[in-house]
Nanobody, 119 residues
Framework: QVQLVESGGGLVQPGVSMILSCAAS????????IGWFRQAPGKEREGVLC????????YYTDSVKGRFTISRDNTKNTAYLQMNSLKPEDTAVYYC????????????WGQGTQVTVSS
């Protein structure tokens, strides 16, 4: 069964860092592009960034450039989203998604994990 499971969300104060994990099962993540998306309350889902199968990063939103990075550990079949200098506007449900190439509508999605940035 093809599956993605996110973890690592929670409540944090502004300015701190957080790492989200995205564990894949049923397929080899190394051969796929992995993207992170988010949906804030009352807003449409937006793309955050994507890591291609050749390990090239594409940022979908400028607001996270310089603060968020994506990586993968092929030995664990897991991708990560490193989020630094978190801001209240980063509050959202974060989803990882996989497909053959980076795109706005990947075929396989995780269930999402809540990230809340608040003092």
């Amino acid at each position: 069964q093809v599956q993605l499971v996110e973890s690592g969300g929670g409540l944090v104060q502004p300015g701190v860092s957080m790492i989200l994990s995205c564990a894949a099962s049923g397929f080899t993540l190394d051969y796929y592009a992995i993207g992170w998306f988010r949906q804030a309350p009352g807003k449409e889902r937006e793309g955050v960034l994507c890591l291609s199968s050749s390990d090239r990063t594409t940022y979908y939103t400028d607001s996270v450039k310089g603060r968020f990075t994506i990586s993968r550990d092929n030995t664990k079949n897991t991708a990560y989203l490193q989020m630094n200098s978190l801001k209240p506007e980063d509050t959202a449900v974060y989803y990882c998604a996989a497909d053959r190439i980076c795109n706005w509508s990947p075929t396989t999605w995780g269930q999402g994990t809540q990230v809340t940035v608040s003092s």
